[in-house]
């Protein structure tokens, strides 16, 4: 998974994760814990938040 730049730090991604596999430190950071799911991609709502293939 990567974010990118778009990220304003809201949280929506991590109130969504199912792991708990995302922090959020003034931006979004993914933790080991993550498994590329993509939930999070859905609730970003500024599109900061991609799954590579």
């Known amino acids: 998974m990567k974010i990118n730049d778009n990220c304003v730090g809201c949280g929506q991604c991590a109130s969504f994760c199912k792991k708990g596999a995302i922090e959020v430190k003034g931006k979004a950071l993914a933790t080991d814990a993550c ?4 939930v999070c991609v859905l609730y970003c709502p500024v599109k900061a938040i991609e799954v590579l293939a």
């Open 35 to 38: 498994v590329d799911c993509g």
